[in-house]
């Protein structure tokens, strides 16, 4: 094959010896991610270290979120420290472990220029947009959004993105030509509005450890301003450095789509009926400074529900 990677490179000895700490990831489960996610991938994939990097990535999300859910003793790895690590244990990947540090540096760099597309979901009023909270201690409230595939349309990586966010589906729901878009450094950002959702609408992340918090927050309390952090720190101390941009826009829209006082809006609130119902409220300042909100990671299980919406199927 003509590509960055050969699959019959795949074989030969050990890799170098390294020191490795008890509860590192062992050479028999890197080479089953190795051979998961990258060997086996489409000719296509492996033509690129971007694309490969891509791969590898997909196969660090799985470590965290299954290895070692698993096998509790094994590390926590940066993205950066599994991606040498990948490198050193694929004997496919290791004759360029000398050229890591700028493979993985032109690939960040890569990362922020692919295009993103999400969701802005309106409540009935149009008053209250819904925003989710990232994993990580500090993390942004942003709109439900993520990295488009290769080839992937706006639309449908839109789709899948809040799907995977939110467990809600907005295939129905979507309007093409009812979108915002900004550019962000050198990467492009488009969200399409999806409006009259129900508030009483219940949502779940469907991927491990990525969204810790789903809220309505009201639209007239969100700051408006550059992409400058002074600017995007709501008056609760919350930050919304990725909505902030769209703010403005958004309300623009709003205007000028807004149904009149009394006018019914088409149905357009889907039951997502999640594994895991999560009741969404609109967050307040007081029970968010001094952390008693009882936000995501606080929920119980709705069993009524549940029992229900099994009965309905």
Not at 51 to 67: G, K, P, T, V
Not at 125 to 142: D, F, H, I, M, N
Not at 209 to 220: A, G, L, Q, V, Y
Not at 228 to 252: D, H, I
């Amino acid at each position: 094959m003509a590509g960055i990677l050969s699959r019959s490179a795949s074989g030969g000895g050990p890799p170098p010896r390294m020191h490795k700490p008890s509860h590192m990831p062992s050479q028999e489960l890197l080479d089953d991610l190795c051979s998961r996610f990258v060997l086996n991938a489409p000719d296509e994939e492996l033509q690129s270290f971007e694309r490969i990097l891509f791969l590898i990535e997909q196969a660090h999300w799985f470590y965290e979120d299954n290895s070692r859910e698993q096998h509790p003793s094994l590390k926590s790895l940066t993205a950066r420290e599994f991606t040498a690590l990948m490198f050193q244990s694929c004997a496919a990947l290791r004759p360029y472990i000398a050229n890591i540090d700028d493979i993985y540096k032109d690939f960040t760099s890569y990362k922020v220029r692919v295009p993103v597309t999400g969701a802005i979901i309106l409540d009935e009023s149009y008053e209250k947009c819904l925003l989710v909270k990232g994993w990580k201690a500090g993390a942004s409230w942003s709109f439900p959004r993520g990295k488009k595939n290769k080839d992937e349309e706006d639309h449908k990586c839109a789709i899948r993105e809040v799907w995977e966010e939110t467990g809600f589906d907005v295939s129905e729901l979507l309007k093409v030509e009812d979108d915002l878009e900004v550019v962000i450094g050198e990467q492009r950002i488009r969200l399409f509005i999806v409006g009259g959702v129900s508030e009483s609408t219940l949502f779940a992340p469907r991927t491990k450890n990525e969204i810790s918090d789903i809220f309505w927050h009201r639209i007239d309390g969100l700051p408006m301003g550059g992409n400058e952090p002074s600017y995007s720190r709501g008056a609760n101390g919350m930050k919304y450095y990725m909505v902030t941009p769209f703010v403005g826009p958004l309300k623009a829209w709003i205007a000028r789509h807004k149904p009149l006082s009394g006018q019914k809006l088409e149905p357009s609130s889907k039951d997502s009926t999640p594994l895991l119902p999560l009741p969404v409220s609109e967050p307040q300042v007081g029970e968010l400074v001094d952390g008693s909100r009882k936000g995501f990671q606080n929920f119980k299980f709705n069993y009524a529900l549940i029992l229900q919406k099994l009965d309905e199927q």
